[in-house]
């Protein structure tokens, strides 16, 4: 990664594009340059975690059945989960 390349990235984070944050009970993606998406923290019934080079990709099961992937770079997403919904964790399908 060249010194720009990981420039852009801090600066990213510092301005917090494509992070994740936990706001009240809900998790709120896309703060920075992007539209919020918003869940529930309550409607997410399970979680896994697809690590891939540089990110992770994580899919979210929520209580109606709908999944939604989102990639998490910096493993704020992750966290966040870990913190307050890792009982929902589901094992990474590469381990089975």
Known sequence: ????????????????????????????????????????????????????????IVEIVLAGGQRVRWIDTYDDLINILRRVAADRERADRAAS
């Not at 809900?26 to 080079?53: H, K, N, T, Y």
Request: charged share 30%; glycine share 8%.
């Open 1 to 56: 990664m060249t010194l720009l390349q990981r420039f852009e990235r801090w600066l990213d984070h510092k301005l917090k594009n494509g992070i994740y944050e936990l706001q009240g009970s809900e998790l709120v993606s896309g703060c920075g340059r992007r539209p919020e998406d918003r869940l529930a923290i309550a409607d997410v019934s399970s979680w896994q975690v697809f690590p891939e080079m540089g990110f992770d």
